[in-house]
């Protein structure tokens, strides 16, 4: 069983296939199909059935459709888009690729890359506060701080706060050298390293000292009440109760929050229950909160961390007595 497909000639064929054919054997790991190119066009054969040769061909149309958009198809995203056809959707018809959050200093438009980041995005546009749940490299941080970033330009708000739990301030932050700012700020680098990023080091450090950009410890929250302003809180699973509670009440009149992170990843003391975990159940009836649960689909670092964190998911399903609650 086999069909002939044709290759637009503008589709530039090393891109399409990718480096040593690799994403036409994702293809056939997907699908079953061999694909062989022919003159100006690919042969697809294989035993798997109709529905395979159709799944096949739709796979190529939208990587072809993606070139043509001129978008870059790296490995990662060509088994991004296969993974999508697999589930029945389209990534063309998603309109991931169109929705530009920002523009970084250099110029380049930053995009969520996925359906899930995408939704992600459309959750922060339309609600004051949005959850952000997911495994680590699905962009939870980055994209809040590119968001908070763009209303800042568009003075949407007046103030952009970072916020993060420090969960060993009470064991070890004394021994490290400086003021309390020096010691807390291991802490807070993967803020620091979004900011610079998009904004550029120099134009992130003229806005924190006009203190527009403020990126604290959880602690400096208390007894504040925060109005106008865009609120992040990173790595939110290792608050307790009573820090996710004191966060959440800080809010003010014409702010918005987001709270980042990852119930896989608690790193509190044993006893100590999180305020994430506890906060998605408390919160779940609160009309006007979004809850937005990313998965390792939308990974967008090595493809080794997604096996990494399908792996880990897979062990504490059969282990769910070692999941910390």
């Given at each position: 069983?086999e ?10 064929r090393?891109e399409?296939f990718?480096n040593?054919?690799?994403?036409l054997q994702?293809?056939k ?5 061999d694909?062989?190119q022919?003159?100006?066009g690919l ?5 798997a059935g ?5 799944l096949a061909q739709g ?6 459709s993606?070139l ?6 790296d490995k990662?995203?060509?088994a991004?888009i ?7 959707q389209s ?14 200093h ?13 939704n992600?995005?459309?959750s ?9 749940v ?7 941080t980055?994209i809040a701080?590119a968001?908070a970033?763009n ?13 993060r ?7 070890r932050?004394?021994?490290l ?9 291991p802490?807070?680098?993967p803020?620091y390293?979004a900011?610079y990023d ?10 924190k000292?006009k ?18 302003a865009?609120?992040?809180l990173?790595e939110?699973?290792?608050t307790?109760r009573?820090q996710?509670k004191m966060?959440?009440?800080?809010m003010?009149?014409?702010?918005k929050?987001?709270?980042t992170?990852d119930?896989?990843?608690?790193d509190?003391?044993?006893g100590?229950?999180?305020g ?13 909160i979004?809850f937005?649960?990313l998965k390792?689909v939308d ?12 792996a880990?998911d ?6 769910p007595e070692e999941?910390?609650?």
């Amino acid at each position: 069983m086999e069909r002939t497909l044709q290759i637009p000639s503008q589709i530039d064929r090393i891109e399409l296939f990718g480096n040593l054919d690799v994403n036409l054997q994702l293809i056939k790991e997907a699908t079953g199909i061999d694909i062989f190119q022919r003159d100006d066009g690919l042969i697809l054969k294989g035993e798997a059935g109709e529905d395979a040769l159709d799944l096949a061909q739709g796979i190529l149309e939208e990587l072809m459709s993606a070139l043509e958009r001129r978008e870059p198809l790296d490995k990662q995203k060509a088994a991004y888009i296969i993974n999508l056809k697999k589930e029945g959707q389209s990534y063309q018809e998603s309109g991931v690729s169109k929705d530009i959050i920002c523009f970084t200093h250099k110029g380049k438009p930053l995009k969520p890359k996925t359906v899930g980041q995408k939704n992600y995005v459309n959750s922060i546009r339309n609600k004051d506060i949005v959850f952000g749940v997911g495994p680590a490299g699905t962009g939870k941080t980055y994209i809040a701080v590119a968001m908070a970033i763009n209303a800042y330009k568009n003075k949407e708000i007046q103030k952009i706060i970072l916020a993060r739990p420090a969960v060993e301030a009470g064991e070890r932050l004394g021994f490290l050298p400086g003021d309390l700012q020096d010691k807390v700020d291991p802490y807070l680098r993967p803020l620091y390293d979004a900011l610079y990023d998009i904004l550029g080091r120099d134009a992130a450090l003229r806005l924190k000292e006009k203190e527009a950009i403020e990126v604290v410890p959880l602690a400096y929250m208390r007894g504040r009440t925060l109005d106008n302003a865009f609120i992040i809180l990173d790595e939110a699973q290792n608050t307790t109760r009573e820090q996710m509670k004191m966060f959440l009440t800080r809010m003010g009149f014409g702010s918005k929050v987001v709270v980042t992170g990852d119930i896989t990843q608690i790193d509190l003391p044993k006893g100590k229950k999180s305020g994430l975990v506890e906060a998605i159940r408390v919160l779940k009836p609160v009309k006007d909160i979004d809850f937005c649960y990313l998965k390792d689909v939308d990974v967008v670092r090595h493809e080794l961390v997604k096996k990494i964190i399908g792996a880990y998911d897979q062990y504490y399903r059969k282990h769910p007595e070692e999941v910390q609650e």
